[in-house]
C-alpha cells in the first residue's frame, strides 16, 4: 500500500535526498531493515486461530473479526513489531533468572514450568505462561511485565489495569493457580511483585470464551465492544457492518467498500 503523501514536507526530504547523499544512505538503511521486519513477520505468519490470554479484555465482536480474519491485515507494522520483540527479549531474561534460581538450592522457591502453554480446544482458548513457580508450597502463575516509570509508579500505587486483570484471570482460570505478576521498570530497571486481584474476572472468562465461539460458530456477529474501539485495527470493517448473519452480508459489505 502507498504512502499517504505529507505534500511540500515530502518534496522538501526529496530535495534535501538529492543534495546530501548520505542522508538517502541511512534512508535506504531503515527502509531495508524495517522491510527485513515485516518480512519475517508475513513468512511466520501473523494471526493465532485461538483466542489468548493477552487480548481477552477485547470485546466479543473484536474477537469475531480476529478469528473470522473478514478485515485487512494491520499489524504489519515494523515499529510495533520491534516493541514486540522487545518484550520477547525481555522475557529471555527472566527465563534465565528463572533457571539461575535452580543452583541456589533454595527449597522455598521451586520453578516448576517456564513457557507454559496451555490449550483448551472446546473453549478455543490457549497461551503461553511466562512461568508456574511453587513458592513456599503453593503454586502461582507468573507474569513478567515491563513498564516506563510513570505506569510503573501507577501500578504500584493501583494494580494493573482491566486488560491485565483479564489476562491473569485467564491463567487461573485454566489451572487455578493465583497469578503474580512480576514488573520490571524499564527506566531504572527496578522490579516490584505483586499477586494480581483478577478473582471478579476469573468467573467471566468462560462465559466470554463460550460467548466468541458461539458467534463465530453460527456466523453471528456480537453486538458493539463496550472498550476499545480507540485502538482497533477493525473500526472501518466494523461500522460497515450490520449485527446479523454473515451470510446475510453483501459482498460489498464484507470486503469493506
Ligand atoms: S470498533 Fe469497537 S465495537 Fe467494533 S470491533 Fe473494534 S472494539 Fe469492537
Known sequence: MGKKSN????????????????????????????NAIVHRQKTDGWRSTH??????????????????????????????????QNGTKAHERIDKYLQD???????????VAIEHYFKNETL?????????VEILG??????????????????????PSSDYLWQAAGYTYMNGYPTIFLYENKDTQEWYAMIV?????????EAKLKAIKEAVTTKQV??????????CKFVQ?????????????????????
Not at 7 to 34: C, F, M, S, Y
Request: contains cysteine; aromatic residues 8%; charged residues 25%.
Open 51 to 84: 483466542v489468548h490470554p493477552s487480548n481477552l479484555w477485547r470485546g466479543e465482536r473484536w474477537w469475531y473479526f480476529y478469528l473470522t480474519q473478514v478485515a485487512e491485515k494491520g499489524e504489519e507494522n515494523a515499529h510495533s513489531l520491534r516493541r514486540m
Open 138 to 159: 503453593t503454586l502461582y502463575n507468573l507474569e513478567f511485565k515491563t513498564a516506563k516509570s510513570s505506569v510503573f509508579k501507577s501500578v504500584q500505587k493501583s494494580g
Open 197 to 205: 486481584k483478577s478473582n471478579d474476572y476469573v468467573p467471566k472468562v
Open 124 to 132: 478455543n482458548f490457549s497461551g503461553r505462561i511466562d512461568a508456574v
Open 237 to 257: 470493517h466494523c461500522a460497515t457492518v450490520q449485527r446479523q448473519p454473515m451470510e446475510a452480508l453483501s459482498s460489498d459489505a464484507l470486503s469493506g467498500h
Open 222 to 231: 456480537p453486538p458493539l465492544c463496550d472498550t476499545g474501539c480507540n485502538t
Open 7 to 34: 505534500g511540500w514536507a515530502d518534496i522538501l526530504t526529496k530535495v534535501q535526498r538529492v543534495a546530501n547523499p548520505e542522508t538517502r544512505v541511512t534512508d535506504v538503511l531503515v527502509e531495508v531493515l524495517e
Open 101 to 111: 534460581t535452580e543452583l541456589l538450592k533454595d527449597v522455598r522457591v521451586k520453578v
